[in-house]
């Protein structure tokens, strides 16, 4: 004959967690599975963890309840909430738990560099589906980022990422170059963490595995510079494509100079020479015109297949000398020929014509040692990305 007692249905306790004083309402009781709780008990916000505002509560109207006071006032609309609504709740509290425990995981594997690397990975993959010329463009540009390294002086090199500013980007052989950094600026936009300099190498990497190219190992943790007066080299550490002499002593002499400043011998220069299967010159930054090879978008051996295998004539209609096979749609720079007409450079170019595994592994050693010149206290990434 007494009114129901006023106090709550028994309390939840969530272990483990700082929810003391979290009420289960309808936002946090779903299921895992998409589904929620009963509409009861998701109107209800009766059901907290143990307080101590809750135990005076309790006390007070138990001690009402015996009193016999049957004019004590009903339960509020907050507590109106029947035992098989609490029991509900109480079942769905570990459920809760582990999907808190999964948001949480999920947060920190996103925090870690494989996840943030792979992100990044994805977003470079979409831009070489849009445009065809992205991965190769971006190859010269990871690889002009890294040839300004100067052994003696140890400036130079990937580390600051100097080739975004404009200092550099006006130099000769970066022509053209302007437009790569304007493409990824959206994608630094998108990732602030990765610094210009990793992004840089880092899309080097990217674009030559999915064009067909080998996996080349990547470390991250390149820290940008900020004063293009005191970090941008002189102009003039890039390779040339002639130094006046066509494919002669001058030019080879000018390929063993820049590329002996950085480290690398000859067999490294005929190895990273291998990247002219990919893309083509341009008229507009090079003065150069046509592709290499007739697979511009694939990274293979064919460059070295191409140019030993086919006659390679000057091409007199051509702003600058350039050589061209038969078809006339194939063309190949002086500092290509060069590598035939040098016994010690060629003896290279037969080995990787003849087998592309060969290639790919000498390849993957003087790449990655291009893109580490210049840096120090790198990080190895893992296979997530």
Known sequence: RCARPPFPPPPVLISGTNMTSQVLTAKHATFLNGRTAPRRLRESTGVTAVSSKTTRHQSSSAASHNNNNDTASLPSKQHRTSRRDALAAMTLAPLLLRADESVAAKIIKASTPEARFAGLRADIVKLMKKDSDFGPT?????????????AMSKTGGSGGGTIRFKEELAHGGNAGLDKAIERLEPVKRKHPDVSWADLIAFVGVVSIQEMGGPKVNFSYGRVD??????????DGRLPDADKGDGPGKKTRK?????????????????????????????????????????????????YFVLLRGLKWT????AAKLQYQDPSGQLMMLPSDIALLEDRKFKKYVDEYAKDQGVFFADFVRAFEKLETLGTSGLTPLGVAA
Do not use: K, Q
């Open 138 to 150: 971006m190859v010269r540009l990871a690889w002009h980022s890294s040839g300004t390294y100067d």
């Open 225 to 234: 510079e900020m004063d293009p007066s005191t970090s941008v080299t002189p």
């Open 254 to 302: 000018g390929l063993r100079d820049v590329f002996g400043r950085m480290g690398f011998g000859d067999r490294e220069i005929v190895a990273l020479s291998g990247a002219h299967a990919l893309g083509r010159c341009h008229a507009d930054a090079s003065g150069y015109v046509g592709p290499w090879t007739g697979t511009p978008l694939l990274f293979n051996n064919s």
């Open 314 to 317: 000057p091409n007199d209609a």
